[in-house]
């Protein structure tokens, strides 16, 4: 057997030595330093869920049923909608990421999740979803267009998702709208996607203490009569438009009198300026958003 000299051995241990350190401190700051951030795009209605399992959701075994308490759903993103990318996973065979998105910038403890068949990653730098705000003809002759649908807890999309009736033909294609669903289709996603933003958005019209009619009076068309939980929006100058569950009573998108709504609302809630502060737990604020 051939032995090399001590000498020679450590001259050829020692680059061979350095090699392997310098690899290793090379997959060392590969693994703690992460991985870039990795961002998708919708390309469709996508439904973003409080879970991951979508075979469940919409395999159509279980009833959405918001009375009930069955409320996977959290909002269904626009086309155009940016998502940064948290996590991945297969669920019953299905991909799913979980992901995060200025257009819902609400923080849960379970995370919000979208099947990856819903959105591709995007070309080029990504950019987040233009946001445009139609004139106001548009906005109430949306509105009007979901006259009749459905509540769907977390939807806003009157008409129901096509590429969801594709992927899940058993399941429910979210065809109508929430509270604030109702308002988010008919601005394009322009408005906050949650009734507790909506408390603040816009400036407050001063309305405590008033009576009905000059409540009723102080309204103009797109206001918001709002609290944690509920929004309604004024139609126009003789009607207001909402979406409600229908547990008790009229449920979907439905239309009433101004002075009748407000004189039912202050049966069950005082009309504030702002609902910050203890003692607002009854309460309701008019928010005046859009810009004329």
Not at 87 to 115: C, E, H, I, L
Not at 241 to 256: A, E, K, L, Y
């Amino acid at each position: 057997m051939f032995h090399l000299p001590n000498t020679q051995r450590r001259r050829l241990f020692r680059p061979l030595a350095l090699l392997l350190f310098s690899l290793l401190l090379l997959f060392a700051a590969t693994l703690f330093a992460g991985e870039p951030p990795r961002y998708v795009v919708a390309i469709s209605p996508a439904p973003v869920l409080k879970t991951p399992d979508f075979p469940k959701v919409f395999g159509g075994s279980n009833k959405l049923d918001p009375c009930q308490g069955v409320r996977p759903i959290e909002f269904v993103a626009l086309p155009g909608t940016l998502f940064r990318v948290e996590g991945v996973q297969r669920v019953g065979g299905v991909v799913v990421y979980r992901v995060t998105t200025n257009d819902y910038p609400y923080p849960a403890k379970s995370g919000y999740f979208v099947d990856a068949r819903f959105v591709a990653e995007p070309e080029g730098t990504p950019v987040e979803r233009p946001r445009a705000l139609p004139p106001l003809a548009e906005v109430q002759k949306r509105l009007m267009a979901a006259l009749g649908k459905p509540y769907v807890w977390g939807g806003n999309v009157r008409d129901g998702i096509p590429l969801l009736k594709e992927l899940y033909p058993k399941g429910d294609p979210l065809a109508g709208v929430d509270c604030s669903g109702l308002l988010y289709q008919a601005t394009g996603g322009f408005t906050p996607r949650n009734t507790s933003a909506l408390t603040s958005f816009g400036k407050g019209v001063p309305v405590a203490g008033l009576t009905v009619d000059e409540i009723a009076d102080r309204l103009e068309p797109l206001d918001l009569i709002v609290w944690k939980g509920h929004v309604m929006v004024v139609l126009d100058g003789d009607s207001v438009i909402q979406s409600t569950m229908g547990c008790r009573g009229v449920g979907g998108v439905h239309i009433s009198g101004r002075r009748e709504t407000i004189r039912r609302l202050v049966k069950v809630r005082k009309p504030a300026d702002t609902l910050e502060g203890s003692g607002k737990g009854k309460s309701f604020v008019i928010r005046r958003w859009f810009r004329r």
